[in-house]
Nanobody
């Protein structure tokens, strides 16, 4: 069993930056590929970014590529999402997911564990 806890969300103006963190306890996060997803009110959960177990491979949704960066520090059991040039349409609850595999997935149903989410609000 693993528990994931997100932090770092908040209110920011358009054009600003935030860094989200997802820290794992229990089974170490190095056993998992990790992903970030988000869900806005009235919308389905959507893929944002993912990183392989080793950190050697990453993937991004088209809507965030070039603005967001996913990274991980397996010594700290933590995955990060650096978000720059934020836009109002980035407003959502951001969730991190853990997938017990070497490679990541862009599909939420392929993740085994989820955090409780952290709210990101971008004002215009």
């Amino acid at each position: 069993q693993v528990q994931l806890v997100e932090s770092g969300g908040g209110l920011v103006q358009a054009g600003g930056s935030l860094r989200l963190s997802c820290t794992a306890s229990g089974r170490t996060s190095s056993s998992y590929a990790m992903g970030w997803f988000r869900q806005a009110p009235g919308k389905e959960r959507e893929f944002v970014a993912a990183i392989s177990r080793s950190g050697g491979s990453t993937s991004y949704a088209d809507s965030v590529r070039g603005r967001f960066t996913i990274s991980r520090d397996n010594t700290k059991n933590t995955v990060y999402l650096q978000m720059n040039s934020l836009k109002p349409e980035d407003t959502a609850i951001y969730y991190c997911g853990g997938r017990f595999a070497n490679v990541f997935s862009i599909y939420s149903h392929e993740y085994n564990y989820w955090g409780q989410g952290t709210q990101v609000t971008v004002s215009s």
